[in-house]
């Protein structure tokens, strides 16, 4: 509520991820709104309050619309209190772009913490633009870099441990990849890159249809946070009730025979007490209504994570959802993603994406050990595999990003050893989604 309202009436600028807006701007049309301190400050505040809010939103795209703002800040830092602009020479077109691009493509790398994925990013989306010289990449890579840096810092204060520094606020925890990748997922992310680039055509579709309708709901200022309240109700109440139908308890000491040998082989699970900090190593559980207090309840503990840690938890080998489960949730994230986006507030789509295509690849895994496709202990080696890659191929569906979504993905979850099966995935999600429609964001700033 406070969100939409600071939204609706002080800086409608904020609305929605801002990446569109960004894009336009840095290709010559300047959108009314995109660069002001009030879409600045409302962008800021407003992303944290409908993501605090449980609206199934992500904050990477306002992330990079608030990079872009403090890259046009920087521009007219100093001319607030010197009687002569000593930025004087910056305040020019192109030398706006060009900041603001910088801006743009550190905010994402932030989000991630991937500074060759976010130098990239903003390039494959307005690589066309005649400021993009060999020059410029570098200068945006270095202020990528510093940005990433910077939040590690950050991090490192905040958590006492400056030996371990954790570049991202994606936290993918201690989760990685197996050093050798058979070719057997290439079958697997074919598939996955296929069933990804039929939903994201459909999620482009109906969300298109949905915000029409929107548009002609709430159509005064007024009546936008009526919508959105109604969104955070009944978001709260599904993410209540389905847990509560769907509910299984589990021992809290998980017990793994395929790492005998590994520290983490009797892991006892912490249960979940409210902290504002979260740490990228902890795994919090929640034990929700299951009586014995040794036990917890994993769709509840999904259900009931922060965006970031359930990433981490759905790579983590110790939540424990069944096949129902899993499609249970997926199913709710997709609708309310679809639903939700469009709602008067500073939004994005980025996370929201790859929480899909987690479900999406731990699903694949789940069904390919059922069927007799793979036993057990291959299972325990591919499902992070077929995780990450339907992480991969759900934003390529929509987003239609090729490359840097490549060089992101690889970043975050640290794993350049599936790069091969990664391309083919985002590939097969790309060229199955250009048949229906197109991308999220060509379409949004044709919309424009």
Same mark, same amino acid.
Request: aromatic share 12%; hydrophobic share 45%.
């Given at each position: 509520m406070l969100s939409c309202t600071l939204t609706a009436y002080w800086g409608p600028g904020a609305n929605g991820s801002g990446v569109a807006e960004i894009i336009g701007y840095c290709s010559g049309v300047n959108y009314p709104n995109t660069i002001s301190i009030p879409t600045f400050i409302t962008k800021i505040f407003g992303v944290v309050f409908a993501v605090a809010g449980g609206l199934t939103v992500g904050k990477e795209g306002p992330l990079a619309h608030i990079g872009a703002n403090c890259g046009a800040i920087t521009l007219y830092l100093f001319d607030w209190t010197a009687k002569r602009p000593l930025l004087a020479f910056l305040h020019n077109d192109h030398k706006k772009r060009q900041f603001i691009s910088a801006g743009a493509s550190a905010g994402v790398s932030v989000a991630f913490g991937a500074p060759i994925g976010g130098a990239l990013f903003f390039y494959e989306l307005t690589k066309p633009n005649p400021y993009w010289t060999f020059?410029?990449? =570098?200068?945006?890579?270095?202020?990528? &870099?510093?940005?990433?840096? /910077?939040?590690?810092?950050? +991090?490192?204060?905040? *958590?006492?441990?400056?030996?371990?520094?954790?570049?991202?606020?994606?936290?993918?925890?201690?989760?990685?990849?197996?050093?050798?990748?058979?070719?057997?997922?290439?079958?697997?992310?074919?598939?996955?890159?296929?069933?990804?680039g039929l939903l994201g055509p459909l999620f482009i579709n109906v969300n298109t249809r949905v915000n029409k309708v929107r548009g002609q709901i709430?159509?005064?200022?007024?009546?936008?946070?009526?919508?959105?309240?109604?969104?955070?109700?009944?978001?709260?109440?599904?993410?209540? =009730?389905?847990?509560?139908?769907?509910? &299984?308890?589990?021992?809290? /000491?998980?017990?793994?025979? +395929?790492?005998?040998? *590994?520290?983490?082989?009797?892991?006892?699970?912490?249960?979940?007490?409210?902290?504002?900090?979260?740490?990228?190593?902890?795994?919090?559980?929640?034990?929700?209504?299951?009586?014995?207090?040794?036990?917890?309840?994993?769709?509840?503990?999904?259900?009931?994570?922060?965006?970031?840690?359930?990433?981490?938890?759905?790579?983590?080998?110790?939540?424990?959802?069944?096949?129902?489960?899993?499609?249970?949730?997926?199913?709710c994230w997709y609708i309310f993603t679809i639903t939700t986006y469009g709602t008067m507030v500073p939004s994005g789509l980025f996370l929201p994406g790859m929480i899909?295509?987690?479900?999406?690849?731990?699903?694949?895994?789940?069904?390919?050990?059922?069927?007799?496709?793979?036993?057990?202990?291959h299972y325990a080696v591919y499902r992070v595999i077929y995780i990450i890659l339907g992480m991969a191929a759900m934003l390529a569906s929509y987003t239609r990003m090729t490359y840097s979504l490549a060089v992101i993905v690889m970043e975050t979850s640290l794993a350049i050893n599936i790069f091969l099966p990664s391309i083919v995935t985002i590939a097969v999600a790309n060229f199955t989604g250009q048949f229906f429609t197109r991308g999220l964001y060509d379409r949004a700033v044709r919309a424009k």
């Open positions: 020059s410029m990449l =570098w200068k945006n890579f270095l202020s990528c &870099t510093t940005a990433v840096a /910077t939040m590690a810092m950050a +991090e490192a204060l905040v *958590h006492g441990e400056f030996s371990h520094w954790t570049a991202t606020s994606l936290k993918f925890g201690n989760i990685r990849v197996v050093d050798i990748t058979p070719t057997a997922v290439i079958p697997g992310a074919i598939i996955i890159g296929f069933v990804s709430y159509n005064a200022k007024w009546k936008k946070p009526i919508d959105t309240w109604i969104f955070c109700f009944v978001t709260a109440s599904v993410w209540y =009730w389905v847990p509560y139908m769907t509910q &299984t308890c589990v021992s809290r /000491t998980i017990l793994t025979k +395929e790492l005998a040998t *590994h520290p983490r082989a009797d892991v006892e699970l912490t249960l979940k007490t409210d902290t504002v900090l979260d740490k990228e190593s902890e795994v919090n559980v929640y034990q929700a209504w299951c009586t014995d207090p040794n036990t917890f309840n994993p769709i509840a503990s999904l259900f009931w994570q922060t965006e970031g840690g359930l990433i981490r938890d759905i790579l983590d080998e110790s939540v424990m959802c069944n096949f129902g489960q899993m499609f249970a949730f997926i199913l899909i295509g987690c479900g999406l690849g731990e699903m694949y895994s789940k069904i390919i050990l059922n069927i007799g496709l793979i036993d057990d202990a």
